[in-house]
């Protein structure tokens, strides 16, 4: 741990990834050494990462963690090291380019209202489009669907430019995220129970919660390939994104509300898996489901204390949730565009 604090400290959480560090690392440090200092946390890897890096990067700082932690814990543990005002969680399958890192630090060090933001994020493997994770920034509707500038469900849009204004959002993409450490840790960091996914959401709707604001400034931009760890259809990444969004609204949906979206949720969910069974014949999946809610019911006392200290926290939110839902207006609606919908 350094005695004198850092300006920007870069993190990447690491799992078993030689070849994403080999990809991606070079990238990195070339177009972001001068502005940050960059670590590289290794989530108790099987793999030859860490004999790696001391070969090939030895200014890159390492952090060796016990055993894996996870996306939220790993996160949280590594963090815990590193002395910095800003911290940069990056995924390891993202390309940066030139002076992604200048537009974000000056935007933040002038909008102290603001405690997290993303770059513009676009797919690695088709650069010109919007990348799932997290495209220009996300919202999540009334029924806590994310969805983002760019990307609404399984539709992601071509960049034309469309989302290059800074925008005041929910969230802000895990893959990428630019946060301050005073903010960060106001709130408790990320959730580690989650484990993985759903979990920067949860930690950007608690910050929304107490008044912080959320941009997407799209001066900045990255690539990121997506799906390194969980690709989409694995029923553990079903599993946990349902598990994980059930939580998070019950921690974070005001009282008026969360009756009402609990029972939505029920059917909406079920309605999900005999989708998943009926007509994708995916039978993984449709278990994911009823697992979630299973395991949601069986530890949702564990979040009665977060509730009632997040509620008791709540001023104005700095972004509402939006007032529709999400799927109406994308399968009955037919509006697959985020300027489309109302």
């Given at each position: ?8 400290a870069i ?200 008044g912080r ?128 919908l109302p």
């Amino acid at each position: 741990m350094s005695l004198v604090m850092d300006k920007i400290a870069i993190v990447i959480l690491n799992w078993n990834g030689r070849k994403m560090l080999e990809q991606y690392l070079s990238g990195v440090v070339a177009c972001s050494q001068d502005e940050a200092v960059i670590y590289v946390a290794d989530n108790h890897s099987t793999d030859d990462s860490m004999a790696f890096l001391a070969e090939q990067f030895p200014e890159v700082r390492t952090i060796t963690l016990d055993q894996n932690y996870g996306f939220a814990g790993g996160y949280n543990k590594a963090l815990k090291q590193v002395e910095a005002e800003y911290y940069v969680l990056l995924n390891s399958d993202v390309e940066v380019t030139q002076n992604w890192l200048s537009p974000l630090v000056k935007y933040m060090d002038e909008h102290q209202e603001v405690a997290a933001c993303q770059p513009k994020l676009l797919s690695y493997v088709d650069k010109g489009n919007f990348e799932y994770a997290g495209a220009a920034g996300g919202f999540i509707d009334r029924y806590g669907y994310p969805f983002c500038r760019g990307r609404l469900f399984e539709t992601v849009e071509a960049d034309n430019g469309q989302y290059d204004q800074v925008e005041q959002v929910l969230w802000a993409t895990g893959a990428c995220l630019f946060i301050r450490s005073t903010d960060y840790w106001n709130v408790g960091g990320l959730d580690e129970r989650f484990f993985a996914h759903n979990e920067e959401i949860d930690l950007c709707w608690r910050l929304n919660i107490i008044g912080r604001q959320i941009v997407c400034l799209p001066d900045s931009v990255v690539y990121h390939l997506g799906g390194g760890t969980l690709p989409k259809g694995n029923p553990m990444k079903t599993f946990l994104n349902f598990r994980n969004n059930l939580t998070m609204l019950y921690k974070c949906l005001p009282d008026s509300e969360l009756r009402h979206v609990m029972r939505w949720r029920w059917f909406l969910d079920y309605l999900a898996a005999a989708k998943m069974l009926l007509l994708e014949m995916n039978l993984g999946e449709f278990k994911a489901v009823f697992k979630a809610r299973h395991e949601f019911k069986k530890w949702r006392r564990q979040f009665e204390a977060d509730r009632k200290r997040i509620q008791a926290s709540r001023e104005a939110p700095a972004v509402e949730r939006k007032p529709f839902s999400l799927l109406w207006q994308y399968y009955v609606k037919g509006r697959k565009r985020f300027d489309e919908l109302p």
